[in-house]
């Protein structure tokens, strides 16, 4: 099982990134997704999440109408663009898919990608 993130890296306040999370050794499509962050010296915080189908998106109030979650079950892909980035944003970007399988509790961590906003 895996999920790679990719897509981090330095930017400047106001701009833009897209992450990516590419999963793999699991039904992707049974999985709801979450994009948590933690920055540096606080706790891991959700960022937004998509239900399994990608009927249904949440957002945490703070990237509210600036960042969008996105999924495509047939690539095993979920994305995060962010736009309006500002420094607050700078954090480690962790990818989380998590399903109940019967009555298992299944879920899987990537190992994160920095995100830095700063001028």
């Known amino acids: 099982v895996q999920l790679v993130e990719s897509g981090g890296g330095l930017v400047q306040p106001g701009g833009s990134l897209r992450l990516s999370c590419a999963a793999s050794g699991f039904t992707f499509r049974r999985y709801a997704m979450t994009w948590y962050r933690q920055a540096p010296g606080k706790e891991r915080e959700l960022v937004a999440n998509?239900?399994?189908?990608?009927?249904?998106?949440n957002y945490a109030d703070s990237v509210k109408d600036r960042f969008t979650i996105s999924r495509d079950n047939a690539e095993n892909t979920v994305w995060l663009q962010m736009n309006s980035l500002k420094p607050e944003d700078t954090a480690v970007y962790y990818c989380?898919?998590?399903?109940?399988?019967?009555?298992?509790?299944?879920?899987?961590w990537g190992k994160g990608t920095l995100v830095t906003v700063s001028s």
């Open positions: 989380n898919a998590r399903a109940m399988i019967g009555i298992l509790k299944m879920e899987y």
């Open positions: 998509i239900t399994s189908d990608g009927s249904s998106t």
